[in-house]
């Protein structure tokens, strides 16, 4: 056992997010999030996901969401695990339709804020820190019908007005918060991202953009309102983030892979640094974005940047300037080649512990803000064993790599406040809706199609991640 890199106060922990572990789907008054329109992958959820119009008129079969893991009543005995595990903090959403059911309610959903209230006393109980994301994947459904999502700058408002809540509501019992997860989404897939749809517009990129606009100056606003209503809050951005290699040394791929890196900095540029990075102003023109941008939006980005800047890894990308070796591509949200240096998984992420601490030295050298890993893992399928025991080493290795790099970099000297690895409890896949991508140190019995117990039973990575915490990082056998 060798002395720990990590600091003392390290916030050890997992995460989760609202619309893929709650369930409750319309229970004490919910609305309805994007994903509960979504059914499994079987059923069409990619074309679903891209085309929410069509999934708003469709029926399906089967809604993973709607019940998932049923956190909504089981959430004392999940945190009850996590507490068994060690975790210093967990980080979960607040679902913007339990608490706004459409989005632009006079008054918030008592019962919703009821629950987060004991979700809170139960991490209290047991000196979790809880980590809360505001927006993760989640603008009502009925802002999207009603206002077209973040297209429309009304958003702005009615974002503020669930922020104004919570942040007084749960004042004293959450000190950090993040605005959006994973904000450069909204490029990727609208639909998750802003409640947009892009289908059908002249220019979808600028409409995009113009929805960035308006995520990035509320996400500013809310920064400066959780400031001001309690001085102890610190508010994060959230990036998806793992640095994109060149397919070889022409320099037109390094600088290929530098501009798809810059996509995504792109959000972190305006959330940390307060201002549109150089770069854009050329981006914008030659793609015929014109923002609109209202008189003291700039002053607010400038003014009201974030504390932190927290992201998940999963895996770096790897891309090329040439169209014909392009052709390759795989992964589904981030189109990558395949790297012949890393093995992937089941779904096809390459893994690449190294790939973080790069990622991670990139961040802190950008921005200097301590930083957060928020989301890490790896989605993959499990066996219960005849006596019930799930061995999952290839998680614990896969783990392992990931903290050892995580220690790296922070020897190599970058700020790390915390490692929230994600579905520290197995859940419902956000892209392919699949129970059996499971990413959890705890299993839920519950399949792809909704059958189960439901019941919670641990993994032997439960044991494993639960010394790594009682060490502090220092004991990864
Ligand atoms: C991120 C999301 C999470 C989570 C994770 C794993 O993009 O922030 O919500 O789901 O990816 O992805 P998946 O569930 O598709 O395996």
Redesign the pocket.
């Known amino acids: 056992m060798t002395k720990s890199p990590f600091p003392e106060g390290f916030l050890w922990g997992g995460a989760v997010?609202a619309n893929?572990c709650e369930g409750a789907y319309l229970e004490d008054g919910k609305g309805l999030s994007p994903v509960d329109l979504l059914p499994s992958v079987e059923e069409g959820r990619w074309e679903a996901a891209r085309n929410p119009k069509k999934a708003l008129e469709t029926t399906y079969n089967y809604y993973p969401s709607h019940e998932s893991i049923d956190f909504y009543h089981r959430y004392k005995e999940d945190i009850a695990l996590f507490a068994e595990m060690g975790f210093k903090s967990f980080r979960l959403s607040i679902s913007w339709p339990r608490i706004f059911p459409n989005g632009d309610d006079a008054t918030p959903n008592e019962a919703g804020l009821e629950f987060y209230d004991r979700v809170f006393a139960e991490c209290a109980k047991y000196g979790i820190e809880p980590v809360v994301t505001i927006n993760?994947?989640d603008t009502p459904v009925e802002l999207f019908k009603k206002y077209g999502g973040w297209k429309n700058r009304k958003c702005i408002d009615f974002y503020l007005n669930f922020c104004d809540v919570i942040f007084k509501r749960y004042k004293g019992q959450v000190k950090y918060w993040m605005t959006f997860?994973?904000i450069n989404?909204i490029l990727h897939l609208p639909f998750f991202g802003g409640g947009i749809d892009v289908n059908g517009e002249a220019n979808p990129e600028e409409v995009k953009y113009q929805a960035a606009h308006h995520q990035l100056v509320a996400s500013a606003m809310a920064t400066k309102l959780a400031h001001e209503i309690d001085p102890e809050n610190q508010v994060g951005c959230m990036l998806?983030a793992g640095t994109t290699y060149a397919f070889s040394c022409d320099p037109k791929d390094v600088w290929r892979a530098l501009e798809a890196d810059r996509e995504g900095y792109f959000f972190i540029d305006v959330q940390a640094r307060g201002y549109y990075p150089s770069y854009s102003k050329r981006f914008f023109k030659e793609n015929n974005i014109n923002l609109v941008i209202e008189d003291g939006d700039l002053d607010v980005l400038k003014n009201h940047t974030v504390d932190y800047v927290a992201f998940?890894y999963?895996s770096s990308r790897l891309t090329s300037a040439d169209p014909e070796v392009m052709k390759e591509t795989e992964g589904?949200?981030f189109a990558t080649l395949r790297n012949p240096n890393l093995e992937a998984s089941e779904?096809g992420w390459q893994i690449d512990p190294l790939g973080l601490r790069i990622t991670m030295n990139a961040i802190y050298d950008r921005y200097q803000k301590p930083l957060f890993v928020v989301?890490n893992g790896l989605?993959a399928v499990d066996t219960v064993e005849a006596d019930g025991s799930i061995n999952d080493d290839y998680r614990i290795d896969y783990m392992r790599e990931h903290v050892r790099e995580m220690g790296e970099a922070i020897e190599d000297g970058v700020d790390l406040i915390g490692y929230t690895p994600?579905?520290c409890i197995d859940l419902v896949?956000?892209?392919?809706g699949e129970m059996k991508?499971r990413y959890g140190f705890i299993y839920v019995d519950r399949d792809n199609e909704g059958k189960g117990t439901l019941d919670r039973s641990k993994k032997k990575s439960f044991d494993w991640y639960k010394k790594v915490i009682e060490s502090n990082g220092s004991d990864l056998a």
Do not use: D, R
């Not at 896949?429 to 392919?432: E, F, V």
């Open positions: 997010a893929q993760h994947f997860n994973e989404m998806a998940s999963y589904n949200v779904w989301e989605g994600w579905g896949s956000a892209g392919s991508k």
